[in-house]
C-alpha cells in the first residue's frame, strides 16, 4: 500500500474516534438528574416484579436489542417490543407498572408515535431517550434522556454513528447503574452465565474438581521414597500427600523433590519420605472456589494445592492441570 494512502487512512479513522469521542465527553457533562429519576424508576419496577421494555425503529432498533441484553445478562428482565408487531398483537408483553425505554434521535419516528398512545392505556411508563428535546416523544413522555450530538462521525453528518454510539454508551450507563443499585453481584451474574469463563470461576468450588479416592496419591510420613514413587505412578500423580493418623496433613513429597534428592544422593529411594517431604506445605478448604486455587497456586508459584476438610483432614489435592482442564483460568 502506498505509504500516502495508509497515512490517510489512519488520519480519517482517528478523525471519526475523536468525533465521538468528544460526544462521548459532552453526553457524560449532561448526565444529572433526570437519569438518576430514570434509574429509580427502573430499579422500583423490577422490585414490584415488572419489566423493561425497550423499543426503537432502524439503527435505533439495533442500539436497543444491545441494551436489552444488557439489562438480560445483569439479572434486570428486559424485552425488545417490535413497533410494528406490537401494533399487531404484541402490545400483550406490556403490562401496567412497566417501564419503556423509547429510543429515537428524532423523536419523530412515526411507527414509534403510534404506539405511545397504546403504551399509555397499558399502563406504562415511557422514557425517552432522544437527541431532541423538544420532540413529539419527548412531549409524550414521563422522563427525557438528552442524547443530542452536534456532528455524526459520518464525513456527510448522514449515517448515524456519534449519535448510535452516544445512545448505545447511555444504555450501559442505566444498566450499570441500576446493577449497582439492585445489589446485583458478580455470584449473581455467574449464575446467568454458567456456561461462560466467569461462570465457570465463581460456581466452581475446589471440591468439584479436586483429585479424591483412588486418584489422591497418599503415604505415611514413614513411608519410603520408592513407595512413594509406586503410589504416584499408580495414581499418574506429580505428587503424594504425606499424612499422619486421622488423616491430618503432614507434608507434600513432588517428583520433583525427588529429582533433586537423586541428584545429592542415589540412594534416596531408601530414605524414608519425610526426611525430603515439604513440611506445612499450602492448602485450601474443599469449599473454597476453585479461581482462589488459582491465585494461591500463582503466588505460590507451585503447580499442586492440597485440599483439606473443616477439620484440617486431607480430602483432596489439585493439580493445575486439573485447573487447566476445567478451563477455570
Known sequence: MDPATEADYIAR???????????????????????????ELLRAALAAKRKIIVIGVGKSENIAIKIVATFNSTGAPCVALDCQNALHGDLGVVCAGD????????????????????LRRRGATLVAITGKADSALATNSDLTLDVNVTTEA????????S???????????????????RGFAAEDFAELHPSGTLGRR??????????KDQQLALVAPADTVAAALGVMTRCK??????????GRLAGIFTHGDFVRGYQADRHIADH????????????????????EAVRILEEHRIDEIIVEDEERRVIGLVDVQDLSRARIF
Open 13 to 39: 479513522a482517528r478523525a471519526v474516534l475523536q468525533t465521538e469521542i468528544q460526544e462521548l465527553r459532552r453526553l457524560d457533562e449532561r448526565v444529572d438528574a433526570a437519569f438518576a429519576r430514570a434509574v
Open 272 to 291: 524414608p519420605v519425610s526426611q525430603h517431604m515439604t513440611r506445612n506445605p499450602v492448602a485450601i478448604r474443599g469449599d473454597r472456589l476453585a479461581a
Open 99 to 118: 417501564v419503556v425505554l423509547a429510543l429515537s434521535y428524532s423523536g419523530e419516528t412515526t411507527e414509534l408515535l403510534d404506539l405511545l398512545p397504546h
Open 163 to 181: 449519535s448510535t454510539t452516544v445512545m448505545l454508551a447511555l444504555g450501559d450507563a442505566l444498566a450499570m447503574v441500576l446493577l449497582q443499585a
Open 237 to 246: 500423580a506429580g505428587a503424594v500427600v504425606a499424612v499422619e493418623n486421622g
Open 154 to 161: 459520518c464525513p456527510l453528518n448522514l449515517a448515524p454513528t
Open 202 to 211: 465463581l460456581l466452581t468450588r475446589v471440591a468439584d474438581i479436586m483429585r
